[in-house]
């Protein structure tokens, strides 16, 4: 079965190239081009791969938000200018770092398969 993953980022352009080379992997991609197009498409998801800080919320608190709904599904968080306080929630709550933009995809490649065999 082809696991699905969300892609939250209010940049066009990162979520287009995000899910084409993921989509060539083998993977199903979904976008959203923000927190609140993207609530339904959470249940979907296998993994959840989010920037930070968008226009319409801030990445972190929102994962903070569906972990407290009990949401059990790995999450990536992404950024191109996290400070020490945001990387460091961002790994308490995924136990993972920060994926940095612009995003080396051999890197988020890597990653991706380590959290699914999670």
Do not use: C, W
């Amino acid at each position: 079965m082809t696991q699905t993953i969300l892609i939250i980022d209010d940049e066009r352009s990162v979520r287009k190239t995000i899910s084409a080379f993921l989509e060539q992997e083998g993977y199903n991609v979904t976008t959203a081009e923000g927190i609140e197009a993207a609530r339904d498409l959470i249940p979907g998801a296998d993994l959840v791969i989010s920037d930070i800080r968008m226009r319409d919320g801030n990445g972190i608190k929102f994962i903070e938000e569906l972990k407290e709904q009990g949401f059990e599904k790995p999450v990536l968080l992404m950024s191109g200018a996290s400070n020490f306080a945001e990387s460091e929630r961002a790994i308490q709550l995924t136990e993972h770092p920060v994926i940095p933009k612009p995003v080396v995809f051999a890197g988020l490649l890597k990653l991706v398969k380590k959290v699914l065999r999670e």
